[in-house]
């Protein structure tokens, strides 16, 4: 069974620091990795997604990337803001057509300004 | 953009009701997902269908079933609530193929059960 961590659990920064999230997988046999985001009392939105064929996605000041060979995956947020608080959580999905996500228990970020 | 529907945002029910979420989504997805969400527990899987009329279950289906009798639709059923049952409910869905499409979630179902 795949199990996903994330490190740290919660996070407090000052606006404008550059951050960086860690996810780390035990099975590397994963088809595709998922960053997502969640707000209080909210669904998760996609933030990122990565296949097992690439390294890295962008997405404005989000940067994720993946390295199979070693389970692990980082969420890079660059010159944070106070609306980046969130949960992020990342996700594994290990790659048969049945197709399900593995979740970590997710980074609480808070930003202050 | 893919649309996945939760009919509720906020629901409260009585101990041994039955209830139904329900979860729709526009683009024909093969895979739909039933998730509830816990603080300290993360995300668990209860139940997932790839098919119409097919369903798998997930980490903690005890206590719910669902029903996919169309493709777009997958409802999750709590055939006697109870209190332990409340929680935020996720549905999910995905292509079956084109996994790089990801998955899309809805915008979760707040149960409480007193």
């Known amino acids: 069974k795949q199990e996903v961590t994330q490190i740290p659990a919660a996070l407090s920064v000052p606006e404008g620091e550059n951050l960086v999230l860690n996810c780390s997988f035990t099975?590397?046999?994963?088809?595709?990795l998922q960053w997502f985001r969640q707000d209080p009392g909210k669904g998760l939105t996609s933030l990122l997604l990565?296949?097992?064929?690439?390294r890295e996605q962008t997405s404005g000041r989000l940067n994720a990337s993946l390295d199979k060979s070693s389970g692990r995956s980082t969420l890079y947020i660059a010159a944070s803001q106070p609306g980046d608080s969130a949960t992020y959580l990342c996700?594994?999905?290990?790659?048969?057509?049945?197709?399900?996500?593995?979740f970590g228990r997710g980074t609480q970020l808070t930003v202050w300004p | 953009d893919v649309k996945v529907t939760q009919s509720s945002r906020y629901l409260v029910k009585r101990t041994g009701e039955k209830v139904f979420l329900e979860c729709v989504q526009d683009?024909?997805?093969?895979?739909m997902f039933w998730y509830r969400q816990d603080p300290g527990l993360g995300l668990r899987l209860i139940y997932f269908?790839?098919?119409?009329?097919?369903?798998e279950k997930g980490d903690i289906p005890e206590g719910y079933s669902v029903s996919r009798e169309k493709k777009e639709r997958f409802s999750l059923i709590l055939e006697s609530a109870s209190t332990n049952q409340t929680s935020m409910y996720l549905c999910?869905?995905?292509?079956?193929?084109?996994?790089?499409?990801?998955?899309?979630f809805g915008s979760g179902t707040r149960l409480t059960v007193v």
């Open positions: 999910a869905s995905s292509l079956k193929y084109r996994t790089a499409y990801g998955y899309t």
């Open positions: 099975d590397s046999a994963i088809y595709n």
């Open positions: 990565i296949q097992s064929s690439q």
């Open positions: 996700a594994a999905y290990r790659g048969s057509t049945l197709g399900r996500l593995y």
């Open positions: 683009m024909d997805h093969e895979n």
């Open positions: 269908s790839y098919d119409v009329k097919m369903k």
